[in-house]
């Protein structure tokens, strides 16, 4: 595998800048590690049922401060949790994120490698006060995880009246009918325009509907001074770029199209082997953005008894081609999967197969 960029300036880009803080983009929670400075002075003398490192699933937001008008990530924390007496002793700790789709990972491991990820570490800082509630309050909230916790305590709630519960579910109700207002009519060409799955800035400025008690959380800020991008090779490679770099438009409907091409594998490397005038032999795509898709091939060489040689692949949508709805990416999509060939399968609603009604993109079945 081979990556080229070139040099503007006298000044090295930061080319895997954009891919490390694209993963934290993507995925909702990481792989959060804190350690205990007196538990390691135990764990040195008495290794009998002493944990100094705690490594945990938990999720975080990424959030934009206004005083710095800079973005950080924030990990979400419960306050029982073993990490917030671990940031006390030592005020360091790690985050890494990467895929959790466990038949993409099942083909990594095949490969003897693990899917791309993302590791930053560097100083926790605890956030109080008027920080804290801006982030509880514009992100937090917001986030899947905590709104599903959030709604399954209200659900178990013994002291929630029937008159509540229905109220909750009259605006439920009521939420999901103006949504999907936006997929009503006769006409399915302006409906498939109109249609926007992914949530549009005015939908992620809605109130959740079910927020739990800010003070069973703590929330804490992540510094980093160490940030490194795992490639599909397994090569560690440093990021200078401290800061994140601005959230792709795709990246809430990235998994879905991911699913979709290692379900339609042998149109998506048909459209692989005529972009790259190669003939790969098997492909499964891993990731995607605005620009195009990321794949893991592999053709056989003759050279070495029929041995596979995977390499890391891009499909880009088009020549100078950026696309930023899920529509359209529905479009570009079904195209290339019924043509093989993405550069011919453009977005055209004039041919007679591009009908979205043959598939149901939710579940990829035709």
């Known amino acids: 595998m081979s990556y080229k960029s070139k040099v503007l300036g006298g000044v090295k880009p930061d080319p895997w800048a954009k891919r490390l803080w694209h993963n934290f983009w993507l995925y909702r929670v990481g792989q959060f590690t804190t350690g205990n400075l007196k538990k390691m002075a135990e ?73 791309p990820r993302g590791l930053m570490s560097g100083d926790i800082r605890k956030l109080t006060g008027q920080q804290f509630d801006d982030v509880w309050w514009n992100s937090v909230v917001k986030h899947p995880i905590i709104h599903d916790q959030a709604k399954k305590m209200w659900e178990d709630d ?56 800010a003070e069973d959380f703590a929330l804490y800020r992540v ?31 990235v998994p879905r199209f991911i699913r979709l091409a290692n379900l339609n594998r042998p149109k998506t490397m048909a459209s692989l082997n005529i972009n790259y005038n190669m003939k790969f032999s098997n492909c499964f795509a891993y990731s995607a953005d605005k620009h195009g898709m990321y794949f893991m091939a592999t053709q056989e060489d003759v050279n070495s008894g029929g041995k596979e040689i995977w390499n890391e692949y891009f499909l880009e ?18 195209n290339m999967t019924r043509l093989g060939q993405a550069e011919t399968g453009t977005m055209s609603n004039e041919m007679e197969e591009a009908d979205p009604a043959d598939v149901n993109f939710k579940t990829g079945q035709q």
């Open 43 to 115: 764990a040195s003398t008495n290794s009998g049922g002493v944990q100094p490192v705690v490594s945990d699933i938990q999720p975080y937001v990424i959030h934009t401060f206004k005083e710095e008008l800079e973005a950080g990530v924030v990990m979400v924390v419960r306050q029982n949790s073993h990490h917030v007496h671990n940031i006390e002793e030592l005020k360091r700790g790690s985050v890494m994120v990467g895929h959790t789709d466990p038949q993409i990972f099942h083909w990594f491991k095949q490969l003897g490698s693990v899917p």
């Open 158 to 213: 013994e002291g929630v009246g029937e008159a509540e519960r229905a109220a909750m579910k009259k605006k439920e109700e009521q939420r999901d009918m103006q949504r999907m207002a936006k997929m009503t009519g006769t006409d399915w060409r302006a409906k498939h325009e109109l249609r926007e799955r992914s949530p549009t800035p005015e939908d992620d400025a809605e109130a959740p509907l079910y927020i739990m008690k």
């Open 223 to 253: 510094v980093p001074d160490t940030l490194y991008y795992a490639d599909a090779t397994g090569a560690m490679n440093k990021v200078r770029s401290r800061f994140p770099t601005d959230r792709d438009p795709l990246v809430r409907v």
């Open 317 to 334: 949508y088009g020549k100078g081609m950026e696309i930023t709805t899920e529509t359209d990416l529905e479009w570009w999509f079904r």
